[in-house]
Nanobody
Framework: QLQLVESGGGLVQPGGSLRLSCAIS????????IGWFRQGSGKEREGVSC????????FYEDSVKGRFAISRDNVKNVVYLQMNSLKPEDTAVYYC?????????????????????WGQGTQVTVSS
């Protein structure tokens, strides 16, 4: 059975760093597009970053470019989101998600509809 379990969230000061992990069981992640999404209080869910299965191309939402980095470990079946230079506006529940596709991963408005497997989320709070 496919499961995604996020970890690594917490409270961090502005300018700090966190690394989120998404441990995936039940699939081989290199066959799946993997995305990181977030949802702040009273806000719509938005895509943060995604990693394609085939060519491992990576994409980022504009506000996190240069600060966040997505990666995966095919042996451990874990996907990471390294988050640096965190800002208060990064505060949200972060989710990892997956869908079976060798095409370019989906990111952008409404892209969450492509992803049919989701984790339970991990809270990230950026505050002094």
């Amino acid at each position: 059975q496919l499961q995604l379990v996020e970890s690594g969230g917490g409270l961090v000061q502005p300018g700090g760093s966190l690394r989120l992990s998404c441990a995936i069981s039940g699939i081989q992640i290199h066959y799946y597009a993997i995305g990181w999404f977030r949802q702040g209080s009273g806000k719509e869910r938005e895509g943060v970053s995604c990693l394609s299965a085939g060519d491992e191309s990576r994409f980022y939402e504009d506000s996190v470019k240069g600060r966040f980095a997505i990666s995966r470990d095919n042996v451990k079946n874990v996907v990471y989101l390294q988050m640096n230079s965190l800002k208060p506006e990064d505060t949200a529940v972060y989710y990892c998600a997956a869908y079976d596709s060798q095409a370019m991963c989906a990111l952008g408005r409404g892209s969450w509809k492509y992803y049919n497997f989701w984790g339970q989320g991990t809270q990230v709070t950026v505050s002094s």
